[in-house]
């Protein structure tokens, strides 16, 4: 049962473009939310984050916003560069019982800037 | 600051066999988790520990296993290999069980023939 699901396998974006990634997630229980990206033989980084308190969290080029009543959240990058091509994965976690201590991930989406 | 260190890098077995691996967590981290990364079932949760004890554990059958030392260092252990074990498989660590950002190593890739 896949509690958190990225519906869009895929991403094409132009260089200097926003590229809008989304995520969905089931399970009340999870109060915190992460990016992480994936380059090819590499394990994946922690990108941003953001905590069920707030709504949206900034870091530079990157901005991540959390609609709590609907149970999504989105990753903008803004622009888009061509070394932002990889693929990011969006996971969630919890403060309680089974979901303490672990990430769930959805199954990725491959984002390519082209030039 | 060193990140997380996972070894081997790339490992072949057969069917039957059994496998560790090994795990070093970023330094004055006490949390280490590990997942199975494959095409079919994306990132899936193994299990997690703290302070050498197994906090959680994810839906996998007894075959994995795992343990961690004093060094917070971690290993674990598939054993009675089968095919579908083939995948990526990431470790992570965080400053304790309850942070949750969690910086993973760059995996090892095991295949099973």
């Known amino acids: 049962d896949q509690q958190v699901k990225q519906n869009s396998p895929s991403l094409s974006v132009q260089e200097g473009r926003i590229s809008i990634l989304n995520c969905d997630y089931t399970?009340?229980?999870?109060?915190?939310f992460l990016w992480y990206k994936k380059y090819p033989a590499e394990g994946p980084t922690f990108l941003i984050s953001?905590?069920?308190?707030?709504d949206k969290n900034e870091d530079g080029r990157f901005t991540v916003f959390l609609n709590k009543s609907a149970k999504h959240l989105s990753l903008h990058i803004v622009p888009s560069q061509p070394g932002d091509s990889a693929v990011y994965f969006c996971?969630?976690?919890?403060?309680?019982?089974?979901?303490?201590?672990?990430?769930?991930f959805g199954r990725g989406t491959q984002l390519t800037v082209w030039p | 600051k060193a990140g997380v260190t996972q070894t081997p890098r790339y490992l072949i077995k057969t069917r039957g066999q059994q496998v560790t691996l090994s795990c070093s967590p970023i330094?004055?981290?006490?949390?280490v988790s590990w997942y199975q990364q494959t095409p079919g079932q994306g990132l899936q949760f193994l299990f997690e520990?703290?302070?050498?004890?197994?906090?959680n554990k994810g839906n996998f059958p007894g075959r994995f296993s795992g343990r961690q030392f004093s060094n917070s260092r971690s290993e674990m252990n598939v054993s009675t290999l089968e095919l579908g074990d083939s995948a990526l498989y990431l470790c992570?660590?965080?400053?304790?069980?309850?942070?949750?950002?969690?910086?993973f190593g760059a995996g090892t890739r095991l295949s099973v023939l």
């Open positions: 992570a660590s965080s400053k304790d069980y309850s942070e949750n950002i969690q910086y």
């Open positions: 399970n009340s229980m999870f109060d915190y």
């Open positions: 953001i905590s069920s308190i707030k």
């Open positions: 996971a969630a976690s919890g403060v309680r019982g089974s979901t303490l201590g672990r990430l769930y």
């Open positions: 330094s004055g981290h006490r949390s």
């Open positions: 520990y703290f302070s050498e004890t197994q906090r």
